[in-house]
């Protein structure tokens, strides 16, 4: 029984030490991205024919409020046939630029339901701009029904 004990202890300590071996010496552990790298792979995914790649490249674009991604962004708005990436690029506009660039696209928008939407975005942003930041030159606009 002992000796099955140290067995399993061996084992164990060899396997355990070896992974952490491997573990230093992975490449993949030691490169670094920059954000220029992260920003050009969003950007060449936002002109993906993969719609859903599309989509989250345009979320991911918002979020780290990329302003290299703005001209893409709003040849989606402006030519895009699919709702749910127009939705996704007017949100990204928003967090990247200010509700002005989207009341702007939003003038030239087909689809009345995309329309309110935007509209309703529009008049959320400038509002919550106002409360968060009273100094803030955005004025709240009442929306419209």
């Known amino acids: 029984m002992k000796n099955i004990i140290k067995v399993i202890v061996i084992v164990s300590f060899v396997l355990s030490s070896s992974s952490q071996i ?15 790298q992260i920003e050009e792979s969003l950007l060449t995914g936002l002109n993906s024919d993969n719609m859903g790649l599309k989509i989250s490249c345009s ?65 959320c942003h400038s509002c919550l701009t106002k409360i968060l930041d009273p100094h803030s030159n955005e004025e709240v606009s009442a929306v419209s029904e």
Do not use: F, H, W
Request: hydrophobic share 40%.
């Open 22 to 36: 491997i573990a230093k010496d992975s490449p993949l552990k030691t490169k670094k991205i920059s954000y220029e």
């Open 59 to 123: 979320y991911m674009l918002g979020e780290i409020k990329s302003k290299k991604a703005i001209s893409d962004l709003t040849a989606i708005v402006n030519n895009g046939d699919n709702d749910k990436a127009k939705l996704t690029a007017i949100l990204a506009l928003l967090k990247i630029a200010s509700s002005e660039c989207v009341a702007l696209l939003n003038q030239n928008e087909q689809n009345d339901e995309i329309r309110q939407i935007c509209e309703n975005l529009t008049n």
